[in-house]
């Protein structure tokens, strides 16, 4: 559930819907007795009923209204509403640090304001014995006057306490700022919250973080692991005092960092205004890092290597920080399945208006109660050229399939087909689209727009007759329920947080039901299968939501994603790593019991789906080396053979799915 624009939350008036994270969605509202603006944190539904959780969360809230700063957001108050926990925060209008980044380069003397105020805002909270745990640019804000806080204490930890006042098996972190004892899931002290506001500093007089994978575990990875690439080789203006700063901030040993937050500002300042003399021989030495193809952001570097007998050790605590599933759905497993595409969008010019209290994950989001109405031409590109495996009659699948493709990175290279489910006569209905799903009686085809206006369409199986249902840039994984009448779709991030939402075919009677995302209809209506993080055990997998009684419970404990429901209702087909560095096809009884992997090869297989008769299985795969083509076995997982071979290697199958018509 949500509150509505005018809705009181106790004596706050909300006034606008600014975004949400794993565990909060977050308001702007106005307190009507103080008559001033608030951020209101409304903690999820799913969460209301976890003891642990909640007593954790008032330790929080406990914490943070006990830390009085200026350059800290202030914690106004904490209450329940229709038995939903929030918190009440000082509403900042203006802008993130990481939103200024990407939009300019800052000066030596603006990045010193920040360190100023930011180094002044966590050596506070250190004297409080409060470590924050997760600084990064979008965690710092920046008012319209130029004064900047610190912000998101929700991941915070006493500093000489063994228990985080969220929950004490989240491993804690951001990948491209987390430090390496975090990564490693060792005890964490002031001198992890150098290391990342020492990412942040490396951010700003770079434009480049330290370190970025190809996924958050090849990020994570990296900080343990790689030297630290010469700051000064992305931006050569930098002086060498201020270089060796940064060295020391990140060092990979925290004994070699600086004692205190103030000894490293002290050590920028000094750096940036004293004298530039010959290197210091006490300084931390820098591995330069080279790059390759010219790109910094396709960084390479010797490894140093890790005992093998930490390995293990070391890899449970990185996947453990990618498994961090309130706070961000970035784990490592499901990241590996979800290799998605940057698109190119245009970017954005507005001042926007930021609450003090975002999530570290969440993005602000669009309000959808009332869907615009759009329509569009279908798409008339030349179609690709299938590849089809000639096969028995007796063993070929009936009906039709839709699918996307992606030729590139750019929107304009992202399109959806429909094919016979033979393969033949494939052709292209929409552009600029992606994760088709074709209505029940296969006669409507509904599938996300990334060009504007973006969001949810519903069209004639043709492509003719398209029309915008929910008007939203951050939707995705749309399905229809057995009777027609309403979509179910995830909103948010993928790579980070976001809620499984429910609307009608038309776009109206918009409900938010559950954290999660890859939503799949169960043939009689009555539960949604998805993807999702338990908030305090953070075992990650398959879940079940009951529509009628608004509950969930887990099935599988494995990581899967993509959940299909076989036309019985009595299975469902997923995909999940199959514990060797494979992406591969499982199916599991509906009650979580008789998981079969059906598929075994070494590369990559999933995005599966039924054809509607429940004989045959429709999945993705790179096997065949020639991209993400399209494969179908018989529903045991016998007679698997190539049926479409439409998308070149290098294009990810993060923005592609399948869906079949009768």
């Known amino acids: 559930m949500g509150f509505a624009v005018g809705e009181n939350v106790g004596p706050y008036q909300i006034s606008a819907y600014l975004g949400q994270g794993g565990m909060a969605t977050i308001y702007k509202a106005h307190q009507l007795t103080l008559d001033r603006d608030v951020a209101l944190k409304v903690i999820h539904p799913a969460l209301k009923n976890d003891e642990a959780f909640l007593a954790r969360l008032n330790r929080e809230a406990a914490i943070l209204a006990k830390l009085n700063h200026p350059n800290i957001v202030s914690v106004f108050d904490f209450g329940e509403c229709d038995g939903l926990p929030y918190l009440v925060m000082r ?50 804000l920046i008012d319209e006057e130029g004064n900047c806080y610190l912000t998101d204490f929700g991941l915070a930890r006493l500093a000489h306490s063994s228990e985080s006042t969220m929950s004490r098996d989240m491993l804690i972190g951001s990948p491209q700022y987390i430090s390496p004892e975090q990564a490693k899931s060792e005890p964490v002290d002031e001198r992890s919250d150098i290391y990342s506001f020492g ?22 990875m ?42 490293m500002v002290t050590a920028l300042e000094n750096a940036v205004r004293g004298p530039q003399t010959v290197e210091d021989p006490n300084a931390v030495p820098i591995v330069l890092n080279p790059f390759q193809s010219g790109s910094p952001d396709s960084r390479t570097a010797p490894r140093t290597g890790i005992p093998h007998k930490r390995l293990a050790l070391i890899a449970v605590g990185v996947l453990a920080v ?31 208006t930021i609450a003090a209290s975002v999530l570290p994950t969440a993005t602000p989001l669009a309000p959808t109660s009332t869907a615009p109405v759009a329509s569009i031409a279908p798409a008339t590109a030349t179609p690709l050229r299938p590849i089809a495996i000639p096969t028995l009659a ?34 292209q209905i929409a552009d600029s689209a992606i994760w088709p799903a074709f209505s029940p009686d296969g006669k409507q085809l509904a599938y996300v727009r990334l060009k504007s206006p973006d969001g949810v369409y519903v069209a004639n199986s043709d492509g003719s007759g398209a029309r915008l249902v ?28 976001g809620s499984i939402f429910t609307a009608s075919a038309d776009g109206t009677n918009v409900a938010e039901l559950t954290v999660g995302f890859n939503p799949a209809w169960s043939p009689d209506g009555n539960r949604l299968a998805y993807t999702s993080c338990h908030p305090t055990t953070n075992q990650c997998g398959l879940f079940l939501f009951d529509v009628r009684t608004k509950t969930s419970t887990i099935i599988t404990r ?17 995909q999940a790593d199959d514990g060797k560095g494979h992406i591969n096809v499982f199916v599991v009884n509906a009650d979580g019991t008789g998981v079969k992997q059906l598929t075994t090869g070494k590369n990559n297989d999933g995005q ?19 991209g993400w083509a399209i494969f179908v076995m018989r529903a045991d997982g016998s007679n698997p053979r190539l049926l479409i071979n439409n998308t070149p290697a290098s294009i990810s199958w993060g923005r592609e799915s399948l869906s079949t018509a009768p």
């Not at 990412?199 to 994570?220: C, K, N, R, S």
């Not at 992305?234 to 004692?259: F, G, M």
């Open 470 to 497: 929910v008007g939203s840039a951050d939707t995705c994984c749309v399905q229809w329920s057995p009777d027609s009448k309403r979509l179910a779709y995830f909103r948010g991030n993928l790579k980070k947080s």
């Open 608 to 626: 599966p789906t039924w054809s509607r008769d429940g004989s045959f299985v429709f999945w993705r795969s790179d096997q065949n080396g020639a």
């Open 322 to 352: 990618c498994l961090v599933a309130v706070c961000s759905m970035t784990f490592a497993a499901l990241s590996k399945q979800f290799p998605f595409i940057a698109l190119n969008q245009p970017a954005a010019t507005s001042t926007r």
């Open 222 to 263: 990296a900080h343990i692991n790689d030297p630290l690439p010469a700051p000064r080789a992305l931006n050569p203006e930098i002086p060498l005092a201020v270089e060796q700063v940064l060295a020391k901030a990140l060092a990979k040993d925290r004994a070699e960092r600086y004692a205190s937050i103030s000894d």
């Open 558 to 574: 494995d990581n899967g994603a993509n959940p299909q429901w076989s036309p019985r209702g009595d299975k469902i087909v997923y």
């Open 199 to 220: 990412a942040v500093l490396y951010e700003m007089f770079t434009h480049h973080v330290p370190f970025q994978g190809d996924t958050p575990y090849a990020t994570i």
């Open 394 to 427: 007796s063993d070929s699948p009936r009906g039709k399939i839709a699918y996307s493709v992606a030729t590139g990175e750019r929107v304009e290279q992202h399109s959806v087909w429909i094919a016979n489910a033979n393969g033949s006569d494939a052709r």
């Open 91 to 140: 509403f900042i209008q203006g802008q993130t640090l990481k939103q200024i980044l990407q939009a300019q380069k800052l000066s030596t003397e603006r990045i010193l304001e920040t360190a100023r105020a930011i180094g002044a805002a966590l050596t506070y909270a250190h004297a409080h014995g409060v470590l924050h745990r997760d600084v990064k640019p979008s965690n710092i």
